[in-house]
């Protein structure tokens, strides 16, 4: 505090560091760079070419769709038809026919009341989350949700409980001893690091007896679980909940782009009206909200689809877990691998991605419980050959100690 007679000028005085040059203003940023380098957590970009033939066990693609035909094909018609962008936010000039044609199918598809789509599945949960609580709710969150979710929490100024994994115990406490009598729970359906699923039917009820409301994150469980691929919460039993919101993004099993919120009509309705990630944010581009409606279309026509990724899934577990690797036994697309370290993570994925599989790689502070890893994700397309490769490949480039 500046004393009686120092005003501002003396408080400026006392707390500020001598100026620096410009140039030196992000030095910080070097010494910063270099603890992450001690760590071995520097990340690297590695851009893919138009014609990459690496066997990807690493991206989201999960039903093979991105690349197809028929959904890249209405990418580009879109493209051409609406144009390359969509010219403004939804409630402005950016709202299309084909927005809401794609909101009534996705909402159709999943058994919901409606939907309502956003730029991305980030925005989406952002845009979920802070409008469906406030400084007024409590919001009570399993530890490991996506990232998107936990910046929601932190934007929306509610009482937050972060609770340990998959604790139901842990989520009715937080309920019955919260202080605010509006409640949300925020939980991912299948978790995307360890590719587990919540025990979605138990927190529908958990909920419900402590009068809060479901919102769960169906980013990895939409397009592989339900008997057609409507997702986790529709396998549940949810589908259609009065009090239970799921967020999607259309960047995966559609292999598309953006995301939506399904839900209730009147939460939908709420949202158009107060979710700050919908109102002030440039509206989903025609090209991705086409290839999200050829998508879903395959989706309907090739409901076999989903149970591939499953038995993929399956099969190349259990391979890697005979091969001696600590894996997850996946409930959906995604397995993961423990490795030793983050740099023996880092120095094993590089080496896959030398013979030619791509892998993913977290590690430190991308995963919760701080153990690196191999993240691996199958497709729906993948042959016996494929998954022949991956394990070896994996087995021959694995680091000593794994
Ligand atoms: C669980 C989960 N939620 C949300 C998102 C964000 O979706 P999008 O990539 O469409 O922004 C992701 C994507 O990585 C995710 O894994």
Redesign the pocket.
């Known amino acids: 505090m500046p004393d009686a007679g120092g005003g501002d000028a003396t408080l400026r005085d006392v707390t500020s560091p001598a100026p620096t040059p410009p140039e030196q203003t992000f030095d910080w940023l070097d010494a910063e760079a270099g603890k992450r380098g001690d760590a071995g957590l520097v990340r690297q970009l590695r851009p893919r070419a138009a014609g990459d033939r690496d066997l990807d066990l690493a991206g989201?693609d999960y039903l093979g769709l991105a690349k197809d035909k028929r959904v890249a094909g209405a990418a580009a018609a879109a493209a051409l038809k609406w144009g390359a962008g969509s010219t403004g936010s939804r409630l402005v000039t950016g709202s299309l026919e084909l927005h809401t044609e794609l909101e009534h199918e996705l909402a159709r598809f999943c058994g919901a009341q409606a939907a309502l789509v956003f730029s991305?599945?980030?925005?989406?949960?952002l845009g979920a989350v802070t409008a469906l609580s406030g400084h007024e709710s409590a919001i009570v969150t399993d530890k490991y949700?996506?990232?998107?979710?936990i910046e929601g929490c932190r934007l929306s100024r509610a009482d937050i409980a972060a609770v340990a994994h998959s604790d139901l115990a842990a989520i009715t406490h937080a309920l019955s001893t919260r202080r605010k009598e509006r409640a949300l729970v925020v939980t991912?359906s299948?978790?995307?690091v360890d590719g587990d699923l919540a025990p979605l039917p138990e927190l529908a009820e958990a909920c419900r007896a402590h009068g809060a409301a479901l919102l769960v994150?169906d980013?990895?469980g939409f397009g592989v679980l339900g008997d057609a691929g409507q997702g986790a919460v529709h396998a549940a039993g949810l589908a259609g909940a009065p009090d239970v919101v799921t967020?999607i993004?259309?960047?995966?099993s559609l292999g598309a782009?953006?995301?939506a919120v399904l839900g209730p009509r009147r939460v939908i309705k709420h949202l158009v009206d107060t979710a700050r990630s919908f109102i002030f944010d440039t509206a989903l581009a025609p090209a991705s909200a086409a290839a999200a409606l050829a998508a879903l279309g395959v989706l309907r026509s090739e409901p076999e689809l989903p149970s591939r990724v499953l038995t993929a899934a399956g099969t190349l577990a259990v391979q890697l877990k005979d091969a001696g690797f600590t894996v997850s036994l996946p409930d959906a697309a995604v397995i993961s691998v423990h490795a030793p370290s983050p740099e023996a993570a880092v120095a094993w994925a590089a080496r896959c991605a030398e013979q030619g599989v791509r892998v993913g790689c977290f590690r430190p502070p991308s995963v919760p419980d701080g153990i690196s890893r191999l993240r691996l994700t199958v497709r729906a397309d993948l042959t016996e050959s494929d998954l022949d490769t991956a394990v070896k490949v994996i087995s021959s480039c694995a680091p000593a100690a794994s």
């Not at 991305?120 to 949960?125: D, E, I």
């Open positions: 989201n991305s599945g980030f925005t989406a949960n949700i996506h990232a998107s979710l991912d299948v978790f995307s994150d980013a990895h967020t993004t259309l960047s995966k782009q953006g995301g």
